[in-house]
């Protein structure tokens, strides 16, 4: 039921782009994307839901394949403040019952 | 912005003994949550509360945790006989009500058992 994350870490120049990929085994009702620096608290970034909808967030966007199960985070022209670990959080169900199970992350490092 | 508070930051307690963690959610939210995560490692979820019970549980959460939420405002997390394993990052979690809304973690409780 765990989402399956890939890459498990990306490293990065400042400007260049990254994708990060999220599926799953299950049919979704929605999938989240969180970032988590070290030591913090997970950031959330976006949610998704069944439609195969794209978002955007400033240079940082998704899409979801509800089809396949699949999402996928798109982090285009890099910063610096992009370096953390991206965690996608995956629902089988709406309301009381949407509990997102986590992925196991992808680390990800932009250097100057 | 609103936040999720937690309380304590830090908490060392021996193997054996009760500890709570307390959280205060987001007030006019609806969802609940406790995760936990050992250092490094992916965010597990343990529990979700609505309309004043557990909606859900994981396999994590057996019969050595509870949840309340006593008085409408906090919502804690008990451990009755705590373990090694126990040892964790505790995040507590709110959601508002709609299909579109994410979740506000609070910044931690670092749970060190020894």
């Known amino acids: 039921q765990q989402p399956v994350q890939s890459p498990q870490a990306v490293i990065l120049r400042e400007g260049e782009d990254a994708v990060i990929n999220c599926s799953s085994s299950?049919?979704?009702?929605?999938v989240h994307w969180y970032r988590q620096k070290h030591g913090e608290a997970p950031v959330f970034l976006m949610i998704l839901l069944k439609g195969g909808e794209q978002k955007g967030h400033e240079k940082i966007s998704a899409s979801f394949n509800e089809k396949k199960q699949q999402s996928s985070l798109y982090l285009t022209a890099s910063q610096l403040s992009y370096s953390g670990t991206y965690f996608c959080g995956t629902a089988n169900y709406g309301g009381s019952q949407g509990n997102l199970i986590f992925g196991k992350g992808t680390k990800l490092s932009v250097k100057p | 912005e609103p936040e999720v508070t937690q309380t304590p930051s830090h908490q060392v307690t021996q193997m054996g003994q009760e500890v709570i963690l307390r959280c205060v959610p987001i007030s006019n939210h609806l969802y609940f949550y406790w995760y936990r995560q050992i250092l490094g490692q992916k965010v597990e979820f343990l529990v979700s509360f609505y309309n004043n019970e557990i909606s859900e549980k994981s396999e994590i959460f057996d019969d050595q945790f509870s949840v309340e939420r006593p008085d409408g405002s906090n919502f804690t997390l008990k451990i009755r006989s705590t373990k090694l394993e126990d040892s964790a990052m505790y995040f507590c979690a709110s959601r508002g009500q709609g299909p579109g809304k994410g979740y506000t973690f609070g910044s931690g409780t670092r749970l060190t058992v020894v």
């Open positions: 299950k049919a979704l009702y929605s």
